[in-house]
């Protein structure tokens, strides 16, 4: 019977069943064995209990001793492993061993047990075998005989599970980040699983910036970092890293596109705080890139695969916020995108870029009281471009950074030639993007190019999107705004009305202006009531509005009965090259006295 029992259990080891299978029989097989007895089996790791099997208890059980430390008075099992030696404990009710367990067994109506410690080939403890008695007694000679048997083929099999364990861990784990590796990914992404999943690609942003300036350790801690906060909000077996800073993520879920929306802002929210990479305090940031299989769609994984990778490439290069799910029209997008990017690109090369300017006019005198310089790009084939081409182009950062550098050097040649001209200088604002505030140094260029040319700072004013406020970089963008204005060059928040960003949020951003979108104009009375009510909330926090948009007289009129006094539009001028610039701003010289040029400068 014995060895039966013997031949069975080496048969699930041999053939590499999983460990709690194979103890489970073991204990099974015993009972059947020996009358009024239990059988329980535990592992122990980091020198604490691991329940491995107990299938006559009730799960409560396993719950409880799950963790417990080993020691020198720790129950049966706890004391067994820490002393070595078997512990026999005739009368659970009363032995000190058992202050603090007995509560768990005795209401089972067990009364003895006698625990058994597993020990490996190095004389080191790796799991204890139990047995508990409905009377208080000892165990009979038989007993002895089949847990001797019984510790042996413990030994064997969780030594056997151990190295399997340490094996694998080789094999699949990422020794830097402990996230399961490329070949762990490649295994989990190939294997079947639920019908709704999704596959989320985190890409560690600017890991090269980090590598260069401080070191490779700075940037291994960087990777580090993140991988560990991902691995706290999905759970480890679903995280990998495979090669240098990419770590996916595979979600399971019937509704896969909640939660990998709920994911992906939680990640964002979480990664972005300073940890300590290798002695630098750093920041890291991430770009997510997803792509969904809903319940019922049977999509390969390796077309799951490819869209997760242009979603994050999208993710990445337009840097807009860190997350882009996959969709159909992606592909078309990014196509555009890159035409685009590659009809500036050869603009920037061949200097074929002018500002061009579109007057900010008082609504009361009509006269203008600023300009807005607006980039025009002339192509090979002799094609003015502006618009949604200029706008997917300078999603590009290096695209938006050069064009900023071309239209400040180009708009202060302009300023020279318009005091040449004869005309009173009125601010001219340049259009900056979120990728100038990358890192410090816009104010300093702005001032720069004004002072070389020898332009007063209220020359220029600036606008920006509320784009640069929801990045990464709003220290940066605090200082270089706070700078701008301390030397008098007005801020105007653009776009106003169109993004995402709360009333309250764009409020508390440090700017002049409001330049409310052109949407609001073309709305009828919606649209006015909302400019109504953006303009006397500005007003009350001193900041004031420019309306964009301005097509029709019938809106000019509107406007002027809300009290808007700023307004942009095609009524009154369209953008214009510099020549028909200063003959329109020439035809308002002499200035009439009641006109303000200066922008009214916002208080605190
Ligand atoms: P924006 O800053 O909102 O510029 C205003 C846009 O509205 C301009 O388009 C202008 O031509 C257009 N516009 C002006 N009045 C009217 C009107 O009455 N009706 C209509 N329907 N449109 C009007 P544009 O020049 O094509 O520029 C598009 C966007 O490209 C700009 O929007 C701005 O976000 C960006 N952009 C233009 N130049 C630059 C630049 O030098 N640097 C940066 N970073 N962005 C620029
Ligand atoms: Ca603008
Ligand atoms: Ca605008």
């Known amino acids: 019977m014995l060895i039966e029992l013997q031949n069975q259990v080496l048969e699930k080891i041999a053939t590499g069943e999983p460990l709690t299978d194979t103890l489970d029989l073991l204990c099974r097989q015993v009972e059947r064995l020996l009358d009024d007895v239990r059988c329980t089996v535990v592992m122990i790791e ?3 209990i691991r329940p491995l099997a107990a299938p006559a208890m009730p799960p409560f ?16 099992c706890g004391t067994a492993a820490w002393t070595r030696h078997p512990v026999v404990v005739t009368d659970i009710a009363t032995d000190p061993l058992w202050d603090g367990f007995r509560e768990l067994v005795l209401p089972l109506g067990l009364r003895a047990c006698w625990s058994s410690p597993i020990v490996d080939n190095h004389g080191v403890s790796i799991g204890c075998f139990a047995f508990y008695y409905r009377e208080p007694r000892g165990p009979t000679l038989l007993e002895r005989s089949v847990v ?19 094996h694998h861990a080789l094999v699949y784990r990422d020794a830097l980040t402990g996230l399961g590796n490329r070949a762990a990914f490649e295994e989990t992404i190939a294997s079947p699983r639920a019908d709704g999943w999704a596959l989320m690609l985190i890409d560690v942003d600017d890991l090269k910036t980090v590598n260069d300036m401080f070191g490779h350790r700075a940037g291994d801690g960087m990777i580090t970092t993140v991988a560990h906060r991902v691995a706290d909000i999905v759970t480890r077996p679903r995280a990998f890293r495979i090669g ?4 996916p993520v595979l979600i399971e879920s019937a509704e896969p596109e909640a939660e990998v929306e709920r994911l992906s802002k939680t990640l964002l929210a979480t990664i972005d705080h300073p940890a300590d990479c290798a002695g630098q ?27 997760a990778d242009l979603a994050l490439y999208h993710a990445k290069s337009t840097g807009k916020g860190g997350f882009v799910c996959h969709t159909p029209r992606l592909g078309t997008r990014i196509a555009r995108r890159l035409a685009a990017v590659r009809t500036v690109r050869a603009a920037i090369a ?9 007057p900010i006019v008082d609504l009361a005198t009509r006269t203008p009281i600023g300009l807005e310089a607006l980039c025009r790009i002339r192509t090979s084939e002799g094609v003015i471009v502006a618009g949604d081409t200029l706008q997917d182009a300078l999603t590009d950062a290096h695209v938006a950074v050069d064009i900023t550098r071309l239209m400040l050097a180009k708009i202060c040649d302009d300023l020279r030639g318009m005091r040449d001209a004869g005309l009173t200088i009125r601010p001219v604002a340049i259009n900056l993007s979120p990728f100038d505030f990358r890192r410090p140094g816009i104010a300093r260029s702005i001032l720069d190019a004004l002072d070389a040319v020898g332009m007063p700072r209220s020359a220029l004013a600036i606008e920006v999107t509320e784009l640069v406020s929801l990045g990464r970089h709003n220290d940066v963008v605090t200082a270089e705004l706070a700078e701008l204005r301390r030397n008098g060059i007005s801020a105007a928040l653009d776009d106003f009305g169109t993004g995402f960003a709360s009333l309250s949020h764009l409020l508390s951003m440090s700017v002049d202006t409001i330049k409310i979108d052109r949407s609001f104009v073309g709305d009828g009375p919606r649209g006015f009531a909302i400019i109504d009510g953006v303009a006397r909330i500005a007003g009350a926090l001193g900041i004031r509005i420019i309306v964009e948009g301005v097509e029709e007289e ?10 808007c006094q700023a307004v942009q ?15 329109y701003l020439a035809a308002f010289e002499p200035l009439p006295p009641a006109v303000v040029v200066q922008p009214l400068r916002r208080v605190g």
């Not at 240098?244 to 770590?247: H, I, K, V, Y």
């Not at 019938?554 to 009290?563: D, E, F, N, P």
Request: proline share 8%; hydrophobic share 45%; charged share 20%.
């Open 46 to 48: 980091d020198d604490k």
């Open 61 to 76: 059980y396993a719950e409880a001793i799950n963790g417990v430390p080993v020691g020198p008075c720790a129950g049966s």
């Open 148 to 166: 001797d048997a019984c510790l042996h083929l413990c030994m064997i099999a969780i030594d056997r599970a151990r190295s399997v364990a340490a």
């Open 244 to 247: 240098g800073d990419e770590l």
């Open 281 to 307: 305090m750093l920041t890291p940031s991430i770009s997510i890139g997803a792509a969904i299989v809903v319940p019922g769609s049977d999509t390969a994984h390796e077309i799951v695969r490819r869209h």
């Open 350 to 358: 061949n200097d074929a870029i002018a500002p061009y300017y579109q």
């Open 554 to 563: 019938a809106q000019a009129w509107a406007l002027a009965r809300l009290g």
């Open 569 to 583: 539009g095609f009524r009154f001028a369209p953008p214009m090259p510099l020549a028909k610039t200063i003959d």
